[in-house]
């Protein structure tokens, strides 16, 4: 009889155990996420500076280029468009680059500070933990992405030969692959936090990392020009850049079409940068990094 009350017993204590762990993972997500939104609401100026960025870059930058610069009929334009339109897309694709290397920033002064160590210790899988950071950060990227959307939309009636307002239809269209490109972009913060030490050095990745990830890219012209001019090194530099990817996504998805080449190359580069983020903050990994240094 003991035999049969334990084996009675033991189907209604899995559930159990799973609801649990179901309900520590929701809790984490939700400190974490609560975390990011409330650094993001107090910290005004940094959210204002990734929006005033790529807005300077629409109206000075586009006023002066845009007349140099001829757009050809090539996919997924189906009839010539102003340059403004056409920066667009690299204009979104910056707002989510950007972010996502502030968000390792983040990371690194929440490792200085300790935070870090703590996040860590929490009785989940570590790359649960970085998964939820990862997903907080994209979701600010995203919502950046759109109040961008709704400045550019506004100047339209201020500035009407200088911004460009979307088709409405792209709004809707657009949401997957901002997501899908936040991700990646933030996936490859999560990766430079692992390597970046000390605040300071940050600024060396801005100048290795985000202005050539951003300027070799069709972000700000076309592939085409490039192999035009006889840049060819620069036009195949752009073909591997995970950035360009991300902005021929946007660009596609705005006019309701879909980039399975693009798609492709962003999925697995968030996988690869994910995976190897995981690794770098695993605890062995870290210790072994520590016994190399003092010796």
């Known amino acids: 009889m003991t035999a049969q009350a334990t084996t009675d017993v033991l189907p ?26 409330g650094k993001f609401i107090r910290q005004r100026g940094r959210w204002a500076s990734a929006l005033v960025r790529p807005v300077l870059w629409l109206i000075v930058f586009a006023a002066g280029i ?17 340059y403004q339109e056409y920066i667009m897309p690299g204009l979104l694709g910056i707002v989510l680059l950007f972010y996502g290397m502030q968000s390792s920033l983040s990371m690194v002064y929440d490792r200085e500070m300790g935070m870090m160590r703590l996040l860590l210790t929490a009785p989940l899988p570590r790359w649960s933990l970085l998964l939820f950071k990862l997903l907080g950060a994209t979701f600010l990227s995203v919502l950046q992405a759109y109040i961008f959307l709704l400045i550019t ?4 009636f201020i500035f009407p030969r ?22 990646m972009l933030s996936a490859v ?4 936090s692992v390597y970046i030490r000390q605040l300071e050095n940050f600024a060396g990745a801005m100048n ?12 700000l012209y076309p592939l085409w020009k490039l192999r035009e001019v006889g840049a060819d090194v ?6 591997i850049n995970p950035f360009t990817h991300v902005t021929e996504l946007i660009r596609y998805a705005i006019y309701g079409q879909f980039n399975a080449v693009s798609f492709a190359v962003v999925i697995g580069v968030t996988l690869a940068c994910f995976v190897l983020a995981a690794v770098g903050y695993d605890p062995q990994r870290g210790m072994i990094q520590r016994i190399g240094r003092s010796n």
Request: aromatic share 18%; no cysteine.
């Open 12 to 37: 209604t204590a899995r559930p159990a155990q799973k609801s649990s762990t179901a309900v520590h993972w929701l809790l984490a997500l939700k400190a974490i996420s609560q975390r990011e939104v």
């Open 66 to 82: 845009g007349s140099l610069l001829g757009i050809s009929i090539t996919p997924p334009y189906q009839t010539y468009v102003t």
């Open 153 to 156: 939309y506004g100047f339209t």
């Open 162 to 183: 200088l911004t460009a307002a979307l088709p409405w239809s792209g709004w809707f269209y657009v949401l997957g692959p901002l997501f899908l490109g936040g991700m």
């Open 189 to 192: 913060g999560l990766l430079l």
């Open 208 to 219: 290795f990392v985000i202005f050539p990830m951003f300027f070799i890219s069709p972000a």
């Open 234 to 239: 620069v036009f195949w530099g752009s073909q």
